[in-house]
């Protein structure tokens, strides 16, 4: 009995493309009904639920009767735009059938990483799963450029999961769950039921460096897991064509592999700066002040860091290393990169000396700060 998929009170359910479109061969409607009715009895149990749905591409190359990939971003954008219109229909006549409603809603990076936007997302998210309607999203494909893709929608799910501040993030894929090694590969593979998000021997199980575990698929999950459970949500991988898959898990019973957050939920603040996968720029620190952040959860002081890099402004995301480049932390920074450059090795009360003016006697305070 898993008593924290079984008591979860709100899902974010993740369907891959190769699941939903029968591995390319245009949307599987067969099985995005029998999703749907398991989302719909998950609804009446009083679960709620968003769903990360991909697809819009494969759907789209199916409905323009093309075979192959196209690798120009025009073409895949295209195809995306005449996809996402099947994709939404399909799942909104699906959930129609037992009288409920979708909203679409389309994300790119900027979405989640802009303070302002992100918290407008999470108010209309909350608002329509409030209003008992189901939210279908997939990446803003038509307009998002190469820099800041998701690139997979399990990053997004992860993200989303986050937004929302989900108990369970439920990832459909291909196979049973994640294996010790890559099934395809090594055929004794044994499936892995539970584990801790963060335990590193995972690193080598989804991929690592190897390059010997085919596309890497269970990387971006396993990346997704540690996400999620940066807000304190639990992750399950699981096989999106066993049978009845989302009525099993809620009846308790142990499929697929449970990942698990290693601390509870961090301030909503603090969820934000997890998924702000964007930085502006790195601030290399002393020993003393890695210690004091790492062990002493202290805020970073100006006088602990020894060099900055980049063109960050004031309030933009910034890396923080450890003389030996490793990354502890990333944080807000108070300063822009140029005043930054100015007070660095100094006490705090040489601040308003050196730059005419004080904002803060942090450089990033250490409720901005979130270490990794
Ligand atoms: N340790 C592992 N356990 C299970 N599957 C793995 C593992 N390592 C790599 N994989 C591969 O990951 C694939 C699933 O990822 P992906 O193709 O990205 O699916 P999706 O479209 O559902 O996101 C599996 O088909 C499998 O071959
Ligand atoms: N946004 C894209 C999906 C991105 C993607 O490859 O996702 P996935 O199949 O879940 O790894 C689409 O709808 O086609």
Same mark, same amino acid.
């Given at each position: 009995?898993?008593?924290?998929?079984?008591?979860?009170?709100?899902?974010?359910?993740?369907?891959?493309?190769?699941?939903?479109?029968?591995?390319?061969?245009?949307?599987?409607?067969?099985?995005?009904?029998?999703?749907?009715?398991?989302?719909?009895?998950?609804?009446?149990?009083?679960?709620?639920?968003?769903?990360?749905?991909?697809?819009?591409?494969?759907?789209?190359?199916?409905?323009?009767?093309?075979?192959?990939?196209?690798?120009?971003?025009?073409?895949?954008?295209?195809?995306?735009?005449?996809?996402?219109?099947?994709?939404?229909?399909?799942?909104?006549?699906?959930?129609?059938?037992?009288?409920?409603?979708?909203?679409?809603?389309?994300?790119?990076?900027?979405?989640?990483?802009?303070?302002?936007?992100?918290?407008?997302?999470?108010?209309?998210?909350?608002?329509?799963?409030?209003?008992?309607?189901?939210?279908?999203?997939?990446?803003?494909?038509?307009?998002?450029?190469?820099?800041?893709?998701?690139?997979?929608?399990?990053?997004?799910?992860?993200?989303?999961?986050?937004?929302?501040?989900?108990?369970?993030?439920?990832?459909?894929?291909?196979?049973?769950?994640?294996?010790?090694?890559?099934?395809?590969?090594?055929?004794?593979?044994?499936?892995?039921?539970?584990?801790?998000?963060?335990?590193?021997?995972?690193?080598?199980?989804?991929?690592?460096?190897?390059?010997?575990?085919?596309?890497?698929?269970?990387?971006?999950?396993?990346?997704?897991?540690? *996400? !999620? #459970? @940066?807000?304190?949500?639990?992750?399950?991988?699981?096989?999106? $064509?066993?049978?009845? =898959? +989302? /009525?099993?898990?809620?009846?308790?019973?142990?499929?697929?592999?449970?990942?698990?957050?290693?601390?509870?939920? *961090? !301030? #909503? @603040?603090?969820?934000?700066?997890?998924?702000?996968?964007?930085? $502006?720029?790195?601030? =290399? +620190? /002393?020993?003393?002040?890695?210690?004091?952040?790492?062990?002493?959860?202290?805020?970073?002081?100006?006088?602990?860091?020894? #060099?900055?890099?980049?063109?960050?402004?004031?309030?933009?995301?910034?890396?923080?290393?450890?003389?030996?480049?490793?990354?502890?932390?990333?944080?807000?920074?108070?300063?822009?990169?140029?005043?930054?450059?100015?007070?660095?090795?100094?006490?705090?009360?040489?601040?308003?000396?050196?730059?005419?003016?004080?904002?803060?006697?942090?450089?990033?305070?250490?409720?901005?700060?979130?270490?990794?």
């Amino acid at each position: 009995m898993r008593s924290k998929v079984t008591g979860a009170q709100r899902w974010v359910v993740k369907i891959g493309s190769a699941l939903l479109t029968a591995d390319g061969k245009g949307l599987d409607r067969a099985a995005m009904g029998v999703w749907v009715e398991q989302m719909v009895a998950l609804h009446e149990a009083g679960v709620e639920l968003v769903l990360v749905s991909s697809g819009a591409v494969a759907a789209g190359m199916s409905r323009l009767g093309w075979t192959v990939r196209p690798s120009a971003m025009h073409e895949l954008q295209a195809a995306a735009a005449i996809g996402q219109m099947g994709l939404v229909q399909a799942w909104e006549s699906s959930f129609a059938e037992h009288s409920r409603h979708t909203a679409q809603i389309l994300l790119t990076h900027d979405d989640l990483s802009d303070r302002k936007r992100y918290l407008n997302a999470r108010s209309t998210l909350r608002a329509l799963v409030e209003l008992g309607v189901i939210p279908v999203i997939n990446e803003n494909d038509t307009v998002v450029t190469d820099e800041i893709r998701f690139g997979d929608n399990d990053t997004l799910a992860a993200l989303v999961a986050n937004l929302v501040e989900a108990d369970l993030l439920v990832i459909l894929t291909d196979r049973d769950g994640m294996f010790d090694a890559d099934p395809r590969n090594n055929p004794d593979a044994k499936m892995i039921y539970e584990a801790r998000a963060d335990d590193p021997a995972l690193d080598a199980v989804a991929g690592g460096t190897g390059g010997a575990l085919g596309r890497g698929g269970m990387q971006t999950k396993l990346r997704a897991a540690r *996400l !999620a #459970a @940066r807000s304190g949500a639990h992750t399950i991988i699981v096989g999106g $064509r066993l049978e009845r =898959v +989302l /009525d099993r898990l809620k009846a308790g019973e142990r499929l697929g592999t449970l990942l698990s957050p290693e601390r509870g939920l *961090l !301030a #909503a @603040r603090k969820q934000w700066l997890a998924g702000h996968l964007q930085t $502006r720029g790195t601030l =290399v +620190l /002393d020993e003393g002040a890695v210690a004091a952040l790492s062990q002493g959860h202290k805020s970073l002081l100006p006088v602990g860091v020894k #060099a900055v890099q980049g063109g960050f402004r004031r309030g933009e995301m910034v890396v923080c290393v450890a003389p030996d480049g490793r990354e502890v932390a990333r944080g807000l920074a108070n300063y822009s990169a140029a005043e930054a450059q100015k007070i660095i090795g100094q006490s705090s009360d040489a601040i308003v000396s050196v730059l005419g003016y004080m904002a803060e006697p942090e450089l990033v305070h250490r409720d901005n700060l979130i270490l990794v």
